[in-house]
């Protein structure tokens, strides 16, 4: 019997796109802790609590309330509704419901935006580093990234004249995160003004501000840049649950936008996946509903994780870091060890440093590159502190191994 032939003819849509670097590691890692392998992950941006009781009694209460129907397209009114006010509560931002669209997650809310409004051809502004899936939802909307490179030494925050510069007429949306992942890096008010001052000139530039860090933040106070009553009709705010309410697997992120992208967003979403899951919505609604104050434990842990990594950071010859002040991760540059070597094993850049220290010293990383900052890797501490005291002494004598 002659075999059958196997074709494979995923569409040039597919070839082009990069597969999840978080997504990636984190695989890597299960896969050699099944092998029994000792593997330390601080690859994914998952917080390591559990869903607080009183979510998890919403959604039970939900399913006895038999939320098991197709609801509308864009969320259940109520639950509209309690964004509506979650945002005037925590953001100043006047939201009507009509103005909000709850996803599949944050992730599926920018696609729709980035599908809604970018044609082929059209540039998409991104600062670096940026979150890996920002590049790949505008290549998949066949629009063009234009990054814009930040240093470490200025927080990877971009200048109101790097913005102007970036910009061409074919300009149609910029994308950012704060608090951001990878960096941690949180816009201040003042520093959101400044880059506002160069978008109210140009009113044809849709700005997402990718939010879903917004109460992971160790800062006095958040300001959305939505705030900003003259670039308010531009901006679309972006969040969800998944962070703050340790709900990452709930799937179940919203907008706020301009009424006419809140109604291209349901025409989209409404062909590819419909309302977000029923009793994910009704747990969520009372999370939004909640005082922020409720993750304040978790807020507190993250916040001393991050002062011991950081202060185990600078203890090691060669690191820099500066002070992320959200999310849950550290940003180091770590490009003094590109060139160094062990026996025949030579670190040419982020890729090699993070594949050696996953061989060498059982800790997955994630590398810079994937970020758009190739000098850099990024560390989650959103593990346990006993972990996490392992984990940067395996690090630390891995480094110290190169010269």
Known sequence: MEKSIVINNVSDRVKNLSESATIAMARKSRELKAQGIDVISLSLGEPDFNTPDFIKDAAIEGIHQNYSKYMAVNGYEDFRDAISMKFKRDNNINYSPNQIVVSTGAKQSIANVVLSTVNPGDEVIIPAPYWVSYEEIVKMAEGVPVFIETKIEDDFKITPDQLSNAISDKTKL????????????????????????????????????????????FT???????????????????????????????????????EWIAKACTKIQGQFTSGASSISQRAALAAVSANPEVVGEMKSAFLERR?????????????????????????????????????????????????????????????????????????????????????????????????
């Open 307 to 403: 002062d011991f990594i950081i202060n185990q950071l600078k203890s090691i010859s060669g690191v820099k870091i500066n002070q992320p002040e959200g999310a849950f991760y550290v940003f180091p540059d770590v490009s003094s060890f590109f060139g160094k070597s062990t026996g025949d094993r030579v670190i040419e850049n982020s890729d090699d440093l993070c594949l050696y220290l996953l061989e060498e010293a059982k800790v997955a990383l994630v590398t810079g590159n994937a970020f758009g900052s190739p000098a850099c890797v990024r560390i989650s501490y959103a593990a346990a502190m006993d972990e996490l005291k392992e984990a940067m002494h395996r690090i630390s004598t891995a480094l110290n191994k190169l010269d």
């Open 174 to 217: 910029m994308i950012y995160s704060s608090p951001c992942n990878p960096s941690g890096s949180v816009y201040l008010k003042e520093e959101l003004r400044s880059l506002a001052d160069v978008l109210v000139n140009h009113p044809e530039i849709i700005v997402i501000s990718d939010e879903i860090y917004e109460h992971i933040n």
């Open 220 to 258: 006095d106070s958040y300001f959305s840049i939505a705030a900003f009553d003259d670039v308010y009709n531009q901006v679309v705010t972006v969040n969800g649950v998944s962070k703050a309410f340790a709900m990452t697997g709930w799937r179940l992120g919203y907008i706020g936008a301009p």
